[in-house]
């Protein structure tokens, strides 16, 4: 069973870039799927991106596109967000995810595994 730890979050202003990593113990990392997910007050939890578990990253949610990108290092286990030109709208509590075996998922009950989730607020 594999843990996952977020990290990386803060306050920025918009127009800032943040890079959000997620440490994974407890498992083989590279068996698993990883996705990050988002979730903002009121709001249901959204997937944000995803990746295959050789590093093949599929396409990231459209408000999200040409902005975020997603990866991941199984030698040191953990997946990273990088995420450029943030906004007011990008604020929200991010949470990686993972799941073994299939593909990246898009729904949240797809995934078994989940981090305590990590801040990210943009003002404007």
């Known amino acids: 069973q594999v843990q996952l730890v977020e990290s990386g979050g803060g306050l920025v202003q918009a127009g800032a870039s943040l890079r959000l990593s997620c440490a994974a113990s407890?498992?083989?990392?590279?068996?698993?799927?990883m996705a990050w997910f988002r979730q903002a007050p009121g709001q249901e939890r959204a997937f944000v991106a995803g990746?295959?578990?050789?590093?093949?990253?599929?396409n990231p949610a459209d408000s999200v596109k040409g902005r975020f990108t997603i990866s991941r290092d199984n030698d040191k286990n953990t997946a990273y967000l990088q995420m450029n030109n943030l906004r007011p709208e990008d604020t929200a509590v991010y949470y990686c995810?993972?799941?073994?075996?299939?593909?990246?998922?898009?729904?949240?009950?797809?995934?078994?595994?989940w981090g305590q989730g990590t801040q990210v607020t943009v003002s404007s």
């Open positions: 995810a993972a799941r073994l075996g299939g593909a990246v998922a898009t729904f949240s009950s797809r995934y078994d595994y």
């Open positions: 407890g498992g083989r990392f590279s068996d698993y799927i």
């Open positions: 990746i295959t578990r050789y590093g093949i990253s599929t």
